[in-house]
């Protein structure tokens, strides 16, 4: 560890970040020449090459990608142990940095508030509502201590995930289109209908056009893309363009003014959302918060089912 300084560290954090030597240095304040021969002193020091050049800037190598991994897993282990020491030594106050996706802010935010406060007056909470990716390498990071969005196919590495809710999805429409009389659809008389959905990535337009492809289905022809719900939701309302929104986006009462949302069979539950925490030390507030979701949200899963 004597042969690591912190300036390099960030310089090398700060590149792999940018994927430009121009803009990181920019970042930094220091000229790109001077940010340049400093990373290849360090790449000097411990013998291995860290960035390659291509078309587009600079990106990692292998022995980059190792080497920033293990810059991560030692800041996470070091935030630890600092949370751990906090909490030991104030009691119960504790640090909550709660991450969520806006479209399930709502019900998650009702939840804990303000049970959450009630219980841990000396508490410090923060809640931020950002984007999936966002919030993943936010929490690799120590920016969050716990995250509530959609479960993907894999979590990331040192994460862990377990499930807080299914979550239905609807087909929206404005009012006054040619479906919005429909009490219930099915996937097949969707497919000749436009349709906007968010981008490629986004989990819940994977779950859904696997839907279509597994039973057969031709996809519904995309002709808008968009990345925020909010304005996937405008649109609908000004167009014939048809789009999902989940269960949570209910509670919106500017949707409810302008859309109608109808259910979908085969949309019953089909996007789990997860409790994210990263492996190590969690703090006792952080802990209280997760065992208040899962009571709640395990309530009102069984006030649904019950007859």
């Not at 030597?21 to 020091?45: D, M």
């Not at 050049?53 to 293990?70: N, P």
Request: proline share 4%; glycine share 6%.
């Amino acid at each position: 560890m004597a042969t690591l300084f912190a300036a390099e560290i960030e310089y090398i954090l700060r590149c792999a970040e940018e994927k430009s030597f121009g803009r990181a240095a920019s970042k930094l304040g220091l000229s790109q020449p001077a940010l340049t021969k400093a990373v290849q002193r360090f790449e000097k020091r411990i013998g291995a090459t860290l960035f390659e050049r291509t078309t587009r800037g600079v990106e990692l190598t292998e022995a980059g990608q190792v080497l920033l991994q293990s810059v991560y897993s030692l800041s996470a282990k070091i935030d630890d142990v600092i949370e751990e020491a906090r909490d030991l030594s104030n009691g119960q106050t504790g640090l909550l940095r709660l991450g969520l996706i806006p479209s399930i802010s709502d019900p998650v935010i009702k939840a804990l508030f303000p049970k959450l406060m009630d219980e841990r007056p000396a508490a410090t909470l923060k809640v931020e509502l950002e984007s999936i990716d966002v919030l993943m390498r936010g929490l690799q990071n120590s920016d969050y201590s716990l995250v509530v969005c959609p479960i993907g196919d894999e979590p990331p590495t040192g994460i862990n995930v377990e499930i807080l809710f299914r979550e239905d999805f609807f087909v929206i429409v404005r009012k006054g289109h040619p479906l919005a009389e429909k009490q219930q659809l099915h996937l097949e008389e969707l497919t000749d209908w436009n349709w906007i959905r968010t981008e490629r990535n986004e989990i819940s337009r994977k779950i859904g056009e696997r839907l279509f492809t597994s039973r057969g289905l031709t996809l519904p022809k995309s002709q808008v893309e968009a990345t925020n719900q909010s304005a996937i939701m405008t649109i609908v309302s000004r167009t014939d363009l048809i789009g999902f929104a989940s269960h949570s986006s209910l509670h919106s009462l500017e949707a409810k003014e302008r859309l109608v949302f109808i259910p979908v069979e085969e949309f019953k539950a089909i996007r789990p959302i997860g409790l994210f925490t990263r492996e190590g030390y969690v703090s006792s507030v952080t802990k209280r918060a997760v065992e208040i979701l899962k009571a709640v949200f395990s309530e009102s899963k069984e006030s649904k089912e019950s007859p």
